[in-house]
């Protein structure tokens, strides 16, 4: 969270829209901001999906310096999460619609230029499974997900070549595993990942298993 936190100092005046949003042809498409500030909406999806729990959360609105902002008809649900630069370990929330305007100095219930604030934004579960699709290489995106699992096989252990159960002496002076031990680890095999790199949705062209790891080291730093 430390790397919103830090990103917020730096805005005036000024809202950013990060992640999904419906275009006049009805698609869902990813906005500029997002391939701009792609560090910032990975460490906001990890804070949603680990921090907040939060299922089919792909986008997000950041921003101060504002008394308003207006609602969205194309998400269901919204978490404002607000803090003031100075206790930033003080974190204020309100849950609402989505479409419901937000009067930030009412809900603040102070000066609107001192606060610091993220709100995040769920949306149809369909809609998640679409984004998903478009951009497979994200992490997090609508939910706790590593992409990287998908690299990974899962098999069963080869059964044991004992014909029994495998009884070793108490008295035994070998402190080491028997040869015939197996680990429950056995069956599992994985492959090696590239380079570290922004995910090819966000413009890059890295692994996003290396990506996934920088994001969250990022994010709660």
């Not at 906005?31 to 460490?43: E, F, N, V």
């Not at 001192?114 to 149809?124: E, R």
Request: with cysteine; net charge negative; glycine share 10%.
């Amino acid at each position: 969270m430390e790397v919103v936190r830090s990103f917020l100092l730096n805005l005036t005046e000024q809202i950013l829209f990060l992640g999904w949003r419906r275009d006049n042809a009805g698609d869902w498409i990813m906005t500029k901001d997002t391939r701009h500030y792609g560090h910032i909406y990975m460490a906001l999806l990890h804070v949603a999906a680990c921090g907040f729990h939060l299922q089919d959360c792909v986008s997000m609105r950041l921003g101060t310096g504002k008394d308003s902002a207006p609602g969205l008809c194309d998400f269901f649900d919204s978490l404002l999460c607000w803090w003031e630069p100075s206790a930033p370990q003080d974190v204020f929330t309100h849950e609402g619609p989505a479409t419901e305007q937000l009067k930030l100095r009412t809900i603040f219930g102070r000066s609107k230029s001192t606060v610091h604030w993220v709100q995040f934004l769920t949306v149809d579960a369909n809609v998640t499974d679409e984004v998903q699709r478009r951009a497979p290489d994200i992490p997090h995106l609508g939910g706790p997900m590593l992409p990287s699992m998908a690299e990974l096989r899962f098999q069963p252990a080869p059964p044991s070549e004992a014909s029994g159960p495998i009884i070793e002496s108490i008295d035994s002076d070998d402190d080491e595993p028997g040869e015939t031990e197996r680990s429950h680890w056995a069956g599992f095999s994985w492959k090696p990942f590239g380079n570290e790199g922004t995910p090819a949705a966000l413009g890059g062209g890295g692994s996003p298993a290396a990506q996934a790891e920088e994001a969250e080291a990022e994010s709660w730093d």
